[in-house]
């Protein structure tokens, strides 16, 4: 964000919407749910909140579907609280970061197996050729000075 002040007040909207969602709502289908980011544009009208939830597909669905039920609630709270002249309008996003951190270590876990087992094969491995395979320079002899 090259706005700081769009940076401050999405900060204090990400404070404030975990603070009512540690409360709780009464939406039973509400899973636990984390903040992980919010993102205000420039004119501070919209904001984006990015969040996770611990569950299965089914929970994650039903949470989503908590959150945009919720969403004038929790507008209504921003608003209150955030003292701006206009309250920005709240979207709800999931946020993939995890699932893709996760792919990710999986990733990098497979590179380090196959790097071990590189490793293991050049541990006992020979030459396929001589073990000096540089051309050497001949030397003179003692006969082809006298020419």
């Known amino acids: 964000m090259s706005n700081p ?20 709502l009464r939406d039973p289908r509400l ?27 089914e929970e994650q669905a039903d949470t989503a579907a908590a959150l945009k039920a919720a969403t004038g609630m929790l507008r209504s709270e921003v608003g209150k609280q955030l003292g701006t002249r206009l ?27 196959r790097d071990e087992e ?8 020979s030459y396929a050729g001589e073990a000096d395979p540089y051309v050497k320079p001949r030397e003179d002899d003692e006969d082809d000075d006298t020419v």
């Open 87 to 113: 309250t920005p309008t709240l979207e709800f996003i999931h946020d993939e970061l995890p699932e893709s951190a996760q792919h990710l270590s999986e990733l990098l876990a497979e590179a380090k197996r």
């Open 31 to 57: 899973g636990f749910v984390t903040i992980t980011d919010v993102r205000v544009t420039g004119d501070l009208q919209n904001a984006s909140v990015f969040y996770t939830v611990y569950g299965s597909e």
């Open 5 to 24: 002040r769009a940076g401050k007040v999405a900060e204090r909207i990400q404070q404030i919407i975990a603070r009512r969602l540690e409360k709780g």
């Open 118 to 125: 590189s490793a293991a094969l050049a541990a006992g491995a």
